[in-house]
């Protein structure tokens, strides 16, 4: 008996310590672990993110982009709350729908109406510290939703798309094979041998990496180190020297006899230079990558993921190296850029990135109040009539790659600046890891040999960190085209990339803490003081007007009865957010819209006597005042670009469209008031019954929210 | 900046006569060779009625039919699926027993990219359909089969193509292809699309009784016509628009129709993102066509049917940036105005482009002028004009891949028969006649009331029926496609083709000779584009030497690269190596002489011309020193 009750004693004790862990750990019962000791490649991506989707069924879900030419998938996970959020169409009843019955528009998904923030990671194969970064986040992002108050209100509110693998086939490549592959994979016959992708690299040792070779050259280009007999030292192009000189190539042979080695490989195209964005030449000649912008399956899966996913209004496509931020533009000077971006760009974005990567503000983001006093002073000093209307240059942790100091653009289809001047997105490109920055005691990069310092001590450290593992010492080989010499060197994927451990942790951290900081930067619509009055009944509902002006009803007052209620509906419209529902050029873009409010009710007992079943209103701002920037001084936005059907079309053709309910009169539109962050919305309906009513305000990158109308 | 060739007008005079293929491989006779022109010509072989549109089902069945009867000539595949699951069929003709349809130049055709505009559709059956049935019986079409190939994608938007044939329709919708978009804005996609009201099989306008409308009935009531004095007394009408119900219930009607982008600016070349939202090769109906064309580089020309205008719409080479006055402008209209009506009193066809190419383009603009000219003899009323980018299929055939591209802008309301004030435009009397003429009063609907659930009582009618503006009535489908055929195979027969005239031996000193050659090509296409030559798309012509062992080329001085041992008016490139590259431009012959040692007293010389588009010839000489 006795132990019999001792047993039940610990029964209900476990059962108890349950609940309170249970209550504790909010509902994230079953932790997914996640190392940062190694890479995780392309398949341990995949298996993390599966795990993710399956143990955080209510906040996440996977979903399936597109295919690598090598059929590997594409996943992005959307983290959000799966019970909150709402859409437009869950609320708008469609009736007399047209028998053909074309079905062409799948359901938007409850994530779709909040607001979305992207970040993706490889891009570029070897350039795959931003998966590691891509899956910290998301790691922070499901276990944080429990326990930290701002995480479960992001999740709940906004939704997050990370894809950590863009680039599957060269991460693959990169990682599991140990053969740096920055483009895609495709097949494709490059020497025009009729013969695809049949000489590539080669593992010529079959250490499982694709390293170094190096042979004694008399016209070599590299000498053995001093200091460290591991390290090649690369001369410069006259410099004579005493020492042995070497060839240092890849580890390669030549696999088809053509007398080339490496030069019918797997690796296609860059993708990030196969957007459709400044893809062309001045001359109409192709200057990105591909036979046409979005022609490879990860650049198309990308553009056609955000022409799906309208919501997303912040992205971040990591690449690596250097330890700074591109913000846009690269292929197109500053001038395209709208000033009230670059103010949120560099003013606020920008001064935030440089405060958590340790690096000094310039002096004007800091007193934007200044910013023609500084105009001035550089208008002195600087040549770079970019920086002088501005009023700052770029520092180094926060630029832009177009090249302002000749005037020319970076490169041509890139990711970062379709995303923003097409899409309307605040997109960035961090160049992820600066080995001299985030490694502590490094030294500073000064002097002659300051290169070769870095390298020795970057040996050092991975000796002291990693027990040398991640440099394969030099052994002899016989090369079958070139004869003795050694391979050895960096394993590839540690090469360029942020080491594993706590380097790749601080790096995480960093930009975790940065984009953590973007998301809680997006719009938030909320509507409050919805109220429903009912000022009298009547027997007719159109008999309730006496007079109608432009945008005026007057109605009948007093009391008569009857099955009609006349009842006044207002509202105030809120954008609790910090930034407005779209970029500073906003509808200008095609694909992009205004923020629309609908009172919707059953379409038969509903008469609309002032106001429209949906009304646009404009974008709403946000609550933050932009630091050094005011609508007053800014340049008059670009006119271009706005969308045939969107815009100037839908002007014009709106007249056209006939209009059924009033055939006499054209119907007042909803009386809407108010400007910035705030709109006060008024509608007159006579309903019939007891017909309910709600609110619906839906903005494409400042979500869709709803009230349901209690008609006092 | 000086020696730039200025390209005011190019003109061309009507062309002699056709250049027909010149060659015939001697193996292969054309079984039933028919000589009169009243004569049976096959197209009874395969009977296709041509006075009725199909549907995607019933175009697709007639393909795979007629591939069955000529699977020498014929192959079909499906280049991919279109955004409901459609297969896009493609045909490829090409004689198989002159080689592989790879290795020949090709046509490219696709029709209807515009949903609506399914009379593309016909005139690309059309064209399969003549190219196979009158292989064995005509000379022409025969030659053409062996030397060219054909890919023929009768309809590219083939959602829409099938929607607008089997379904009630304007003539205007469904034009794009089916990619969800909010055309209002409100943040539904596709949800207020038009509905035939009255169920009468047609969209037609709606009409309402309003005392303060702007309408009435005609006196024969066939139609609503305009009030033109507002005091005038009776029933009054206001306009309401194409038939449907409000589905989404916001107060407007058919404000959001199906589709999305124009698939015609949907094309990478000249994309903006204004006019081809969302992102250029969005729609799987064009990537898959597209992927294509860029996976057979033998492409030389494309026709895209578009409706409608009678217009024969080709791509011009990119212009020349120049800064001109609205005077200096009018002026140079002007000139070309005077200039052409010179021309036109010895020949009405002749036409005159004022296009300033940039330098390095004057082939391209010289050879299509030449081919639009005949397309205006052959095609009648059409109209050639040029035109542009802005992401246009055509733009991209000829500005990413090279390939000389047309817009044949097919039909027009009948415009030209039935204005008979000679005004320029057809009146709704002038319309309504043709219609009870020509078209036996059925292509007209009636007014008549109709119950709409949105409206309550309303009118429907006073409108033309779906197939007599932008698409031909049904007994007029086959004189349009004939006519476009004839133009189509007309461009094909001027690909270039390479030949080698002529090989002379003259003597010069001791042993050594002069071996000149002429390789012409006389046709009006050179052999590869200037286009494709600057986006080194072309390969280019090879000229190869080869002899008997005691014959060798002997390099010539340097000095004396220009030695013309015969005429020197005629101007020679020395041949100083095996193989020499050139480029054929259109209609043009070039010499090439060679110094060779001769040891002993006989051997032979052979050349062997090869070129990518111009097929190869090769001739061997004999020589006997006596």
């Known amino acids: ?712 | 900046m000086k020696s730039r060739i200025q390209f005011k007008y190019i003109s061309v005079l009507a062309l002699s006569a056709l250049l027909l293929a010149s060659f015939v491989t001697p193996a292969m006779a054309q079984k039933k060779l028919q000589k009169s022109p009243g004569g049976y010509h096959g197209e009874l072989d395969f009977p296709i009625s041509w006075n009725r549109y199909y549907s995607y089902a019933e175009w697709t069945k007639i393909m795979h039919d007629i591939q069955k009867k000529y699977p020498h000539l014929a192959d079909i595949e499906s280049i991919g699926k279109s955004r409901m699951g459609r297969s896009q069929y493609l045909i490829t003709i090409t004689a198989k027993s002159t080689g592989g349809h790879k290795d020949k130049p090709a046509m490219w055709v696709d029709g209807a990219i515009h949903g609506n505009e399914v009379n593309g559709i016909t005139c690309s059956l059309y064209l399969m359909w003549s190219l196979l049935t009158r292989y064995d019986y005509d000379k022409y079409i025969y030659d053409l089969v062996n030397n060219c190939t054909f890919y023929i994608l009768p309809g590219l938007n083939v959602d829409a193509n099938d929607s607008f044939v089997r379904f009630p329709n304007t003539p205007h919708n469904p034009r794009e292809s089916f990619r969800p978009e909010d055309n209002d804005g409100d943040g539904l996609y596709d949800e207020d699309r038009t509905e035939d009201v009255d169920g009468d099989g047609e969209l037609s306008i709606m009409y309402i009784q309003d005392p303060k409308g702007e309408y009435k009935l005609s006196p024969d009531k066939r139609r609503f016509v305009r009030v033109s004095d507002i005091k005038e007394e009776g029933v009054r009408f206001r306009r309401i628009g194409p038939e449907g119900y409000d589905n989404d219930g916001d107060g407007f009607i058919n404000e959001d129709d199906i589709g999305g982008p124009d698939p015609n600016r949907n094309y990478p070349f000249d994309w903006n993102l204004r006019a081809g939202n969302p992102y250029p090769m969005s729609e799987p109906c064009t990537r898959n066509a597209y992927e294509f064309m860029l996976k057979h580089p033998n492409i030389f020309a494309s026709f895209h049917y578009h409706n409608t205008g009678r217009l024969i719409m080709f791509t011009t080479p990119p212009r020349r940036e120049q800064k001109q006055t609205t005077e200096q402008k009018q002026q140079a209209q002007e000139r070309l105005n005077q200039y052409l009506e010179e021309q036109r009193k010895t020949n009405k066809y002749a036409q005159a482009f004022d296009v300033q190419v940039r330098p390095g383009y004057e082939e391209d603009i010289n050879a299509q002028a030449q081919i639009v000219t005949m397309g205006a003899r052959i095609l009648k009323n059409y109209r050639p004009v040029t035109s542009g980018g802005v992401g246009q299929t055509a733009a991209s055939s000829y500005g990413m891949l090279g390939a000389y591209a047309f817009l044949i802008e097919l039909w027009g309301s009948p415009a030209f028969d039935a204005d008979e004030d000679n005004d320029g435009r057809v009146s709704d009397e002038e319309y309504l006649k043709w219609i009870d003429t020509e078209l036996t009063g059925e292509g007209w609907i009636v007014p008549h009331k109709v119950n709409h659930p949105d409206l309550g009582e309303i009118w429907i009618g006073g409108t033309r029926k779906k197939h007599t503006q932008r698409t031909p009535p049904a007994r007029y489908i086959e004189m349009e496609a004939l006519k476009n055929t004839q133009f189509v195979m007309y461009c094909a027969s001027q690909f270039p083709k390479v030949e080698i005239e002529e090989v002379t031996v003259t003597p010069a000193t001791h042993n050594l000779f002069w071996v000149e050659v002429a390789v012409k090509n006389e046709r009006i296409y050179p052999t590869s584009s200037d286009r494709s030559m600057k986006l080194k798309r072309a390969v280019k012509d090879k000229l190869t030497f080869s002899s008997s062992k005691n014959i060798s080329l002997v390099k010539i001085p340097g000095a004396a690269t220009k030695i013309n041992p015969k005429n020197t008016s005629v101007q020679y490139e020395t041949i100083t190596g095996k193989v020499t590259e050139f480029r054929l431009k259109g209609k043009q012959t070039l010499r090439f002489c060679a110094l060779v040692k001769i040891d002993g007293s006989s051997g032979w010389v052979e050349f062997h011309v090869k070129s990518q588009n111009g097929g190869s010839d090769s001739k061997k000489i004999k020589i006997k020193i006596s």
Not at chain 1, 196 to 218: A, C, I, M, Q
Not at chain 1, 284 to 302: H, K, L, N, R
Request: with cysteine; aromatic share 10%.
């Open chain 1, 1 to 712: 008996m006795k132990f019999q009750s001792k047993k039940r004693f610990r029964l209900v004790l476990t059962v108890f310590m349950g609940f309170i862990l249970i209550g504790a750990l909010g509902f994230s019962a079953q932790k997914i672990p996640i190392s940062f000791n190694d890479y995780h490649g392309f398949t341990g991506t995949v298996k993390y993110i599966k795990a993710v989707s399956k143990a955080y069924p209510s906040i996440t879900r996977l979903v399936e982009i597109g295919k690598s030419n090598m059929e590997r998938p594409i996943f992005v996970l959307v983290i959000s709350n799966m019970k909150t959020g709402t859409t437009i169409d869950a609320h708008v009843k469609l009736r007399n729908m047209r028998r053909e019955g074309v079905k062409n528009v799948p359901p938007m998904k409850p994530y779709q109406g909040k607001p979305g923030h992207w970040i993706c990671g490889s891009m570029h194969g070897n350039e795959h510290t931003g998966t590691e970064v891509c899956l910290y986040i998301i790691d922070k992002l499901v276990t944080g939703y429990g326990t930290d108050s701002e995480i479960k209100q992001l999740i709940d509110n906004k939704t997050f798309y990370i894809c950590p693998v863009v680039n599957p086939d060269g991460v693959y490549n990169s990682v599991e094979k140990g053969l740096s592959q920055r483009r895609n994979s495709m097949m494709k016959d490059d020497d025009g041998d009729g013969r695809v992708n049949e000489d590539g690299r080669d593992d010529l040792n079959r250490d499982g990496f694709f390293t170094r070779f190096r042979y004694k050259d008399s016209k070599g280009r590299y000498v053995i180190d001093d200091v460290d007999p591991r390290l090649m030292v690369r001369l410069g192009r006259d410099k004579k020297t005493e020492k042995q000189r070497y060839s240092v190539i890849a580890e390669d042979k030549d696999n088809d006899g053509d007398g080339k080695r490496g030069e019918d490989s797997e690796q296609g195209i860059d993708i990030n230079r196969n957007f459709p964005e400044g893809w062309f030449t001045d001359d109409d000649m192709a200057g990105g990558t591909g036979d046409y912008p979005t022609s490879s399956p990860e650049a198309q899966a990308v553009v056609e993921f955000f022409t799906n996913h309208r919501n997303i209004l912040m992205a971040q496509f990591y690449h690596t190296s250097g330890g700074f931020t591109f913000r846009p533009l690269g292929t197109a000077p500053h001038d395209k850029l709208h000033p009230k971006d670059v103010a949120i760009f560099d003013m606020i974005m920008g001064k935030k990135y440089l405060e958590i990567i340790g690096e000094e503000v310039p002096e004007a983001w800091q007193k934007p109040e200044l910013l023609d006093k500084f105009k001035a002073e550089l208008k002195k000093s600087s040549k770079n009539k970019y920086a002088i209307s501005r009023g700052y240059e770029l520092p180094r942790g926060w630029k832009v790659s177009y090249n302002e100091a000749r005037d020319r653009r970076y490169s041509y289809g890139m990711a970062t600046d379709w995303a923003y001047l097409q899409y309307g997105i605040y997109s960035i490109t961090t160049e992820l890891w600066n080995s001299r920055k985030d490694i502590k005691g490094m030294p500073e990069l000064k002097g002659e040999d300051a290169r070769v310092k870095l390298e020795r001590a970057l040996l050092k450290y991975q000796d002291e960190k990693f027990g040398g593992k991640l440099f394969v010492p030099w052994k002899k080989f016989d090369h079958p085209d070139l004869g003795q010499g050694e391979i050895g060197g960096w394993i590839p994927k540690y090469r360029s990339n942020a080491l594993p451990g706590s380097p790749l942790l601080n790096v995480c951290e960093m930009h975790w803490q940065f984009e953590l900081f973007r998301a809680g930067l997006m719009p938030a619509i909320e509507i409050s003081d919805a109220k429903a009055r009912v000022l009298y009944t009547t027997n007719s509902a159109r008999g309730a007007v006496v007079s109608q002006k432009v945008d005026q009803v007057t109605i009948k007052k007093g009391k008569s009865k009857g099955k009609y209620r006349v009842v006044e509906v207002t509202a105030t419209i809120e954008n609790k957010g910090k930034l407005a529902t779209h970029v500073a050029r906003g509808t200008q873009l095609a694909g992009n819209r205004e923020d629309v409010v609908w009172l919707i009710g059953d379409p038969d007992k509903v008469t609309y006597l002032q106001g429209t079943p949906f009304q646009k209103i404009g974008i709403l701002e946000g609550i933050i005042k932009i630091p050094g920037y005011s609508a007053k001084v800014a340049p008059a936005p670009q006119q271009e670009q706005r969308s045939p059907y969107m815009g100037r079309m839908w002007r014009f053709m709106s007249q056209y469209y006939p209009r059924p309910r009033r055939p006499q009169q054209r119907p007042v539109p909803t009386q809407v008031k108010g400007k910035g962050p705030k709109r006060t919305v008024k509608w007159l309906v006579a309903i019939e019954d007891n017909a309910p009513l709600k609110i619906v305000v839906t903005s494409q990158k400042g979500g869709t929210k709803v009230k349901n109308l209690s008609i006092q």
